[in-house]
């Protein structure tokens, strides 16, 4: 039986695997199998990469009406994340105060527990951000 794309994707994202483009260097996360910008001609030529794990936040949202599995932590800040490889990414940054997350922060991905919030959610995203440095 294949494994199911839905866990395929869950252990490239916990892992921060992302894909690099073979024609134009372009770097995408999660993996693609065609490079958005390139099409065709990066068939075949895509590459495993694993990202730093060091971005910059672009912009962030302090999350005060959480979810039910996010009762514990509220407010909490998501942001959204400018890896060093250029990527964007969505993700909550931890270890800080809602008021002290600044745009332009660097931060570092942490690699929390899974499940800890909840069965639902945060399974589909094994990285966190916290301040880096
Ligand atoms: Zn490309």
Not at 8 to 21: D, F, Q, W
Request: positive net charge.
């Amino acid at each position: 039986m294949a494994i199911p794309r839905f866990w395929r994707e869950i252990a490239s994202r916990y892992n921060l695997i992302g894909t690099k483009c073979g024609s134009c260097g372009k770097v995408d996360f999660p993996p693609r199998a065609v490079c958005p910008d390139c099409g065709r001609k990066s068939i075949g030529k895509m590459q495993r990469v694993k990202l730093t794990g060091k971005g910059t936040v672009v912009t962030y949202t302090v999350i005060h009406d959480a979810p039910a599995q996010f009762e514990l932590q509220k407010p909490y800040v998501m942001a959204i994340i400018e890896m060093e490889e250029g990527v964007r990414l969505t993700s909550q940054v931890i270890d800080t105060k809602p008021e002290d997350v600044k745009i332009g922060m660097k931060v570092q991905a942490a690699f929390r527990k899974l499940g800890q919030e909840g069965e639902a959610g945060v399974i589909h995203y094994g990285y966190k951000f916290r301040p880096a440095g």
